[in-house]
């Protein structure tokens, strides 16, 4: 069965506290995986796709990093707008596959 | 840019009433997708529409119809709400199902059934 999990659910860093987010997926057929941020009342809004193993990824404070199993979003240095959910999805076929998401808070 | 657009945003029913969700992309994209997103969960697939005048049931269809009705527009029907239908409601677009571009959501529905 396909399955994603993202960890830890909840991040609480400091400003400037760097850290990783997790995504484990077993999905068949994967298509590359998508890294998306959400606001509290917004829609996804997309970040990065990753194709293959090895392959990274950056913008500003984020990079995306895969592995064939995992996916990680590295944040360097963060700051209080980075505070929002953090989702991962595989595509398998076309379709993502969401993860349940790591909602982020950075305090100044 | 308006990217994808949703009506209406906010919406409150009763148990067995009817009524449509609304969305309208302004990017040219074929594909068209609804998803559920509930708490504690990730956004589930309801039905997707790869390209005009097709459309096709994704992980969780039943108790919604959905109508294609351009190439800008993808409706979410509930013919009769349930409780269990309450959520949050995104429409999204893409260049294409098997393309393996982005989608591209709006802001969603949130609807509750009492």
């Known amino acids: 069965e396909d399955q994603v999990t993202q960890s830890p659910e909840a991040l609480r860093l400091q400003e400037g506290e760097s850290s990783s987010l997790n995504c484990s997926y077993t999905v068949s057929g994967l298509r590359g995986l998508f890294w998306y941020r959400q606001d509290p009342g917004k829609g996804p809004e997309f970040l990065f796709t990753?194709?293959?193993a090895g392959e990274e990824k950056e913008k500003e404070r984020l990079k995306a990093t895969l592995t064939k199993k995992e996916s990680f979003l590295h944040i360097t240095a963060p700051k209080p707008e980075d505070s929002a959910t953090y989702l991962c999805a595989p595509a398998q076929g076309g379709k993502l596959i969401f993860g349940q998401g790591t909602e982020l808070s950075v305090k100044p | 840019n308006a990217g994808v657009t949703q009506t209406p945003k906010f919406q409150v029913l009763k148990t067995g009433q009817s009524m449509t969700l609304q969305c309208a992309q302004d990017?040219?994209?074929?594909?068209m997708y609804w998803y559920r997103q509930d708490p504690g969960m990730g956004l589930r697939l309801i039905y997707y529409s790869a390209s005009e005048g097709t459309t096709d049931k994704g992980e969780v269809p039943n108790g919604y119809n959905v109508s294609r009705l351009n190439k800008r527009e993808f409706s979410l029907r509930l013919e009769s709400a349930a409780p269990s239908q309450t959520s949050v409601y995104f429409c999204?677009?893409?260049?294409?199902?098997?393309?393996?571009?982005?989608?591209?959501f709006g802001d969603g529905t949130r609807l509750s059934i009492l």
């Open positions: 990017m040219n994209h074929n594909s």
């Open positions: 990753l194709y293959s």
């Open positions: 999204a677009s893409s260049d294409g199902v098997f393309s393996n571009q982005p989608q591209h």
